[in-house]
């Protein structure tokens, strides 16, 4: 398996433009995490599915994220309208088993906001 | 109100020495604890856990110990080798995995 595979790698955009992030997860892991790492507030929880189905999205920022999971293999987080605040390093993450085992999280994407 | 701690930003040791990372923690509904490694440019990687009904784990130079009375943690490697180098989270999970700041190590040769 080739892990958990977020794309794009790095993202730079101007302010007010809509940003895509995509994720895919390892193949039967039945939960994904998005995170998102700032030097202020460390590695905070945005949002996550069970089994495709969004369980807890308390810790999406405001009304400009949202995320989905339309299939078992995919997920996005979206910011629409971007704002250089949003700048940091995503995080997605998959699990299986509750992640007793730990999740395994992909390589991140650095969003610059500019 | 930040419910997993780790007070130490860095440690730094000298190869061959013991490493011990630190954690404390708030909420006592966590019910298994878990640590991972972080290098540049790269996601976390996962480590070892324990689960809050045992007080030590162990996994080759990883040896991960839970005193859940004094709802701490602490994560020691032995012995420490430059390759063990990186920023190391802890984390708590109730239903989902809530993270420390990082500890920065520093194992030099």
């Known amino acids: 398996d080739a892990g958990v595979i977020q794309s794009p790698r790095h993202e730079v955009t101007e302010m007010g433009q809509e940003v895509t992030l995509r994720c895919k997860p390892i193949?039967?892991?039945?939960?994904l995490f998005w995170y998102r790492q700032t030097m202020m507030r460390g590695l905070e929880l945005l949002i996550y599915?069970?089994?495709?189905?969004?369980?807890?999205d308390s810790g999406m920022p405001e009304d400009r994220f949202s995320a989905k999971m339309p299939n078992a293999s995919f997920s996005t987080l979206k910011i629409q309208p971007s704002e250089p605040r949003d700048s940091a390093v995503y995080f997605c993450?998959?699990?299986?088993?509750?992640?007793?085992?730990?999740?395994?999280f992909g390589s991140g994407t650095r969003l610059t906001v500019v | 109100d930040q419910q997993v701690k780790q007070n130490s930003p860095s440690l730094s040791v000298q190869e061959g020495r013991i490493s011990i990372l630190n954690c404390d923690y708030t909420?006592?509904?966590?019910?298994?604890f878990l640590w991972y490694k972080k290098y540049p440019a790269e996601g976390p990687t996962f480590l070892i856990s324990?689960?809050?009904?045992?007080d030590k784990n162990e996994d080759g130079r990883f040896t991960v110990f839970l005193n859940k009375s004094a709802k701490h943690l602490s994560l020691h490697i032995v012995p420490s080798q430059p390759g063990d180098s990186a920023v190391y989270f802890c984390?708590?999970?109730?239903?989902?995995?809530?993270f420390g700041d990082g500890t920065t190590l520093t194992v030099k040769p």
């Open positions: 993450a998959s699990s299986s088993q509750g992640g007793v085992y730990g999740y395994t």
């Open positions: 193949s039967g892991h039945n939960s």
């Open positions: 599915f069970n089994n495709n189905v969004p369980i807890d």
């Open positions: 909420n006592s509904m966590f019910d298994y």
């Open positions: 324990i689960s809050s009904i045992k």
């Open positions: 984390a708590a999970n109730a239903g989902k995995s809530t």
